[in-house]
């Protein structure tokens, strides 16, 4: 069984400014589980970067993302299973965590949570990368 790719795309047209040549995309099915890429405050659509230096509002826009690629999969937040929290700067936790909070009340999923230095582009101020298993249809 070949895995599912979900918005593939190719590093030399999200970071035009770099000398990448990647080909990745933003979810993979493989099975009954998905493997989401580290989701930020981006726009799928347009790429528009959406609450520059509001990190309340980035991780709306990861949260939002998150949903949207989960429901193109098959899968529902209430399916995640583990989310990975990276934060910029360790006084945004409270602000993240009480929206993450929000979008998965109820779910119970594993958590970690790192502070890193930088993410991909300095106006990134969180990320979040999730897993999700599905549910047998019943």
């Not at 035009?16 to 589980?33: M, S």
């Not at 009480?98 to 009340?105: A, D, E, I, S, Y």
Request: glycine share 6%.
């Amino acid at each position: 069984m070949r895995h599912r790719r979900i918005r593939p795309f190719n590093t030399r047209d999200t970071y035009p400014e770099q000398n990448l040549d990647n080909d990745l995309c933003q979810a993979v099915v493989a099975g009954d589980t998905v493997y989401l890429r580290g989701q930020i405050g981006q726009d799928l659509d347009t790429a528009a970067n959406i609450g520059v230096g509001d990190v309340a509002a980035q991780t709306e826009q990861a949260m939002a993302n998150i949903a949207t690629l989960l429901t193109e999969t098959g899968a529902t937040l209430d399916d995640i299973v583990k989310v990975t929290i990276y934060l910029v700067d360790p006084r945004y936790r409270e602000s993240v965590y009480r929206v993450v909070g929000r979008w998965l009340k109820g779910v119970h999923p594993v958590s970690t949570g790192l502070v890193v230095s930088a993410l991909a582009r300095p106006e990134w101020l969180v990320e979040i990368d999730a897993i999700a298993v599905r549910q047998a249809a019943s």
